[in-house]
Every structure is written in C-alpha cells, then in structure tokens.
C-alpha cells in the first residue's frame, strides 16, 4: 500500500502515530469511497518510494534473486571506479615525497603524510574487496586478468556461476566492513588535508597546476576524466557513506532462506553502527570554509518531489551558498534524521523547467477519487470536532492522521513543473514541485546563488546532512490540513478574468498561470491561453476556481519569444484573500509581475462545498458543436479556437499568397482539429509549427461544421430580400439591422471574422485575396439557406454577395470579446 511509504515517516518524524494500513481498510468510510486504494503502488513510475522495511520483502525468491544480481553487478563497477580514483589520487605521492627532500619541495614531509594518510590502506582494502567479489561472480576474470573487458559499462559484469540460489557473497562483504575501521583515521584527517591542499594552492603554482588537473581513466573506452585534487580527497567520504544503503539494498533483494540473509544482517548492523559513530562524531566539526573565505551559509530550503529510477519521492531540498543538497527525512529512534540523498556544485549548475505533461486517465481518476476520499475525510472530521466540546478525541486524532496521508500522497502525485537541474561534472537531478510560483522562486534563488559563486570545495556531507535538522527553516511539508490558523480563509467560488497586460518590451506569447492555495480537493492551478505575437497581450479569459481554505492568489507572467522555444518566466506576485473584503461583484486590479502590469478582475461567491466529481475533467470538443455552447464553455463571445487562428494568420500569413485559397495539408488540419478538441494548449503550441495554410484551413473547417451557421438559417430570406433593395443606403442599414438581430456570440464572432478579413484584404497585393475573393471562400460556410430552398445558383450568389457587403461596410461595429463585467476599479 504505497500510499504510506512516504507519507508514514514524515508523520513520524514529528511525533505523530500514522495509522497502520490494516486501521485504514478496516475503516467503513474509506473502503465505500476508495476501494482500489491497495492498487495505488502498481502505477509504474508514479510509484513513491517505499520506506526501508525492517525485512526483507515478500517478492517473489526468483524475482530477489534477480534484483539482487543487479545490485551485485552495480556494486562491482562502483568499486572499480572508485579503485581508478583512488589510483589518481595516490598518483603523485611518490613524486611529492622525493620532492620533500630537495631544496625546493613542493610539500614538507609532514605534509605528504597528512594530504594522504590512510588513502593506500584504502586503496588495498577495497582492492582486496573487489578481486574477492569478482572471484565470486566471474570465477573466469579476476582483478589485473582484464578486469576492463569483463565489465560491459551498460550491462555490468558478464556472470559465469553455477547455483544461483546458493551463491554466497555474505562472506565478503563481512570482512569488508569488519575492517572499515580504516577509515576512521582518514575522515578524522579529512579537514586536515583539505587545509593543507587549499593552502599549497594559493602558495605555489606547481602544486596549483597538479591539483587542477588529475586524470583518472572512467571507462572502457579509455576516456579520460578530470578531477580536481580536492575532488578526488572527498572521494572516500562518499564511499564510505553509501556502504550502508548498499548493504541494505542487498540484504532487502536477498530471500530470508539464502545463505547470505543472516550474514548480510550483521554486516549492516557493524555498518550501521560505524556510521553512527562517525555522524555523531562529525557533528563537532568546524564548519566548511568556502575557497573565498566565506563559511557555507543556508539560503533556503523547502520540500520538493525528487525524481528518480525508483519513482517520485518526497525530499527536502536546501540551497547552501555553493551547493544544493536533497535529503530525505527519518525517523531513527525518536529522533529525527536526515539521509543524505544527493549533492550537486552551483559552479556552472544549469537550469530547465517545463510543465509536466497529464497522466492517463486512469491515474487521473485516482486524484479524483483521492480528493473525494480528502473532501469526506474533512467532512467528517469537522463534525467530530463539533461534538468533541474542544478536546480532541481519538477519532480526531486518526482522521486527521488520515487527511494528512492524503495530502502528502497528491502533494507527491499530481501533476506539476519539473526543474532540471544539469551540473558541469555530469550528473543531472530533476525535482517536482505543485506550484509554478514556488518553481519560479526556487529558480531565481539558485541562479541568484550561482551567480554569486565563485568556486567550492568539495563539502563534508556527514557534517552537512547532519546539521539540517538544526538549520532548516522549513519544518513539514506544505500540508494546509496541519495549519492551526482557521481564520482569514474563503471557501466558494472564486472568478479570476484575466484581460490583459501592457508592459512588454518585444513582442511574444505569453499566458498568466493562476494558483490558489488551500486543500487538494479541487484544482488549485489553471492558465490562460497562449496569446498572439505582441507587445499588450489580450486574453479576456475567465477561470473559475473552487476554493476550500485559500487565502492567497498567485500570479506568474509567462512569455514565450518568437523563435524560442523556452518559456521564459517574466515575473511574479501574490495577492492575499480576504473574505473581509472580498466582493460580490466583480473588482478591477491591476498587478506588477516584473516589468509587466497584468489588469484582471476578481470575484467571490461565497457557498457551501460540494463533494469534487470522481471523474476528471475533460476537454469538451469544440468542432461540430453549436458555437453558442462553446462560447459558454469558454465564457466568451468570440471562440478561443477562432481567436486563436486569426492571430496566428495575422502573425505569419498575411503576405502568404493564396492564403484561405489554397488549402493547407489534410493530415496537419485534422492533427490540429483532434488538439483543439482534446487539449486546448497543445492545440495553440501546433498552430505556431505547422504551415500557416493549415491554420487557415482549420479556421474554415471550423466554420464549414457547425451544426447550424454562424449566420442561422432563418435569416437568409430577410438578407436575400434586402440584396434586392435598389438603394444602397436603405439597402445597407437593413443589413446592419440583421447583423444586429443576430445572438451575441454570432454577431461578434462574425464581426470579429470580418475585421480580419478586411486585415488580408488590405494586403491584396501581396497574397493575392480581394474582398471578393475571401467571399467567395467564405460565403457558403457562414450562411446557408433553409433546407426547402433548392435554386442553388441563386443560394451561392446571396452567400456571396452577403458577406462581400458586409465587409465593404466603412462603418461595421467593432465585435466584443467577452460580456462586459459590472466592475469597480481597483488598482494595487
């Protein structure tokens, strides 16, 4: 039952008792609302990462076996990575000690012995733990016997032996951690060697040149790798601390019968309890000094979702003055710990975000039936806390344990940004988070620290990792169901039109993501379409939220340049929500994002919550469906769909010759028809890469299947009567009249259709399409008679002929784009 995995130990670590999963499908109430909740760890990659158990699991023995082969084989190709750094390390030993006795040494004796003290036990230590392991495995090839060709850098070992389930490597690994002890002396020496490699460094250039530049050859290949001398020091430091977590993995894919099981146990209590030692030793340790002379300083920590082979895990994330470390949180004993996870440098770190594409469906209705299962928990625990007369019961107790599970297992499993995060030495980390303003303020804190950091030194992880519980300022993950302050919060429905934003300083595309923050019932994070190319975008979008405990709105401006294909965060704020002062009707603001001022208009209606649908919410089609129930859809006048492939016409193919004459690609149109009736932002992605003959062309076929006209058909009489009409003034108020008459979305959506079309028209020199000529095209698909009439010569010539007057009018009104709004100005 994944949902515990992650959400368990957190709650532990601050001195709460989860629930245990037998308590929680015992309970009536959640087994009628979420009866597949046991399935919720088989969903592949989605699957958060299971707590270390205290057993080894229940799989399947062949499946152990298999898994504990892989772990073999990675451990193996490790150690032998690890032996070439330690051969580049002890490199120029030799040469550094002859060099002592000359008159110019480049080290003093003492020096040679503290810079490397204990580094070739190590080196034996683990050259003897490497030949005895690969005897085990691959009888055929032992160490110095082409132990390259043996390794297959993708595929690990090639392994000969007889006996699968009886292949004993226990042996092995107890010998090698009986004598870990040798490592003891280095790390008390660690900080010691480090001062002394900094100091020689700045003191003289011989020494400078050597530790900048060491070698180690890292693959079959021969390529070569460069370290610096302090990398290659904090090597040790890292084995050292990834012994335990290997001996557990080991142990956890090694069947209780095995031979190994018992073995494997009591080398990862001798691990275990080395490590203790040394973490708590570690803790008196001077803080590290950055090479500017500057001690490693926390800026800023939150909790994030890593993202790994193993799946999507809850971590704490901390940015130090020169690096990011991720750490998860434990519960050892009654106190809480932090396993260190992974490091990277800031020195040269690069930054990318995208937004997550949706899961399937089927994971989708998991999140719906999750937060239903949250609405129902919250539901009842208020009415526990009603009757607890302010004592809080046991009943109170568990259900609001269960609320907080919840939570964690949507803060780890919904749809979010992802920030990759790309270091100069390789290695590459992506992280999760929920919210794109939380996204963009992690990014401009760590591009902020890169650029502040001049160089580092390779940090002393056992100090680190254990001094975050004492230094983070985050302490729980971002649960609103553990938040003591009830008051100041809105719950109901929250409108948010956004309309426009002046400011830019080149054209671009841009869309405003809208959040909320909250409870996980409802959806907390929607976004505007993309505009067109332009300096004052426009959306006129309206986005209603459901809200359960919000009380603040975030803002990010999010533009996209012409030929770019990275979106490119312009700025963002923050707006508080007070029910105080929110309004009935709707109130005008306008908000500084960076440079950029964003006019929007709020409204809050206040009601009681319904429960959130089980089934997710889907794109409604928008081809071949009445345009007034699009429009409604969208809360507009004119369609999103029509918007968008006029301002993409105007953009690109306005001096495209032939342009809606000459039809576009068949395949690109009904690509871009599926997108607009499935995903509406991936729909405005196409049109930006596909031939501008196939936006026109989409733009007609909208129009060619609507079920019924833009122009109803039981106006086609009254406009063929008034062609008839021998004076043009009489004739044309007559048909400005009809114009007039027409439903509202009808009417501005053909006004707004007329106006571009005038636009093309005046570029007629160029692509070649007079107003007669985009009649012609357009006539038949916005106006179409009765189904009696049957003198279809004479039906085209009023369909032409219609839409050609109408677009020589000089005064034709200017079309709405959405309902005006009774509003107040506000400006903040």
Partial sequence: MELFSEAVEYLKAYGISPV???EMMD????HDVFPEESDWGSHGSMQTEPCLPSTPTNDNPDDLL???MVVLKRVLLSEEIYLMELETLLTPMKALKASAGTSQPVLSTEQVQTVFYQVPELRDLHRQFYTSLQTKLHPDNVMGQGSQQSLGRDEGPVMHYQGEHHLSVGDVFLKFVNQLGVYRGFIDNYENAVKIVQKCMLSDQRFRILAESMMSS????NVKTKYTFEALLYKPLDRVMKTTLVLHDLWKHTPPEHPDSITLQEALRLSSSFMSGVNERSQCKQPVMLCRGERRQLMRDGFVVDVCESGHNLRHLFLYTDMLLCAKLTNAGRQAQYRFCWYLPLVGLKLHWTAEHLPSSEYQMKISKTRVKMYQLKQALLQHMKGS???VSRAVDRLRRKLEECEIWLLTNTPSFTLDLHSTSGKSHTVRLLSLYDLNEWKDAIEKQCGNCIETVPPDLLSVTSSCIKLRMTQQPPLHCVQSNESAQICGSLYVMVQSACGLQHPSSAYVCVEVDGFECYDRRKQTSLSAFCVTPQWDEELVFIVDGAKQLFLVFV????NDTQNDIVGRTVLNLDPDNMFKKWKKVTCSLGHVDVTLSLKYVPHPLEPPSTTPILQEPVFCVPIGQVAMQESVLVPHIVRSCVEEVERRGLKEEGIYRISGASTEIQALKYAFNTNYREAVSKLRSVDVNAVSGTLKLYFRELPLPLIPCEHFSELS???????????????????QSLPDVNRNTLLFLLHHLRRVAERKEENKMSLSNLATVFGPSLLR?????????????????VIFLYLQFQNLPEALLTKHLDIDDLES
């Fill in 218 to 221: 890292k693959s079959s290949d």
């Fill in 721 to 739: 009567d008034a062609l008839d009409i021998a004076d043009p003034f009489v004739r044309a108020d007559s048909l400005l009249s009809l114009l």
């Fill in 66 to 68: 298999q898994k504990r």
């Fill in 20 to 22: 245990t999963e037998d």
């Fill in 785 to 801: 008679p009765p189904v009696s009439r049957v003198d279809i010569s004479q039906e085209v010539e009023v369909q032409v002929q």
């Fill in 27 to 30: 309970s009536d109430l959640l």
């Fill in 389 to 391: 007369k302010g004592s």
């Fill in 559 to 562: 533009c996209q340049y012409e």
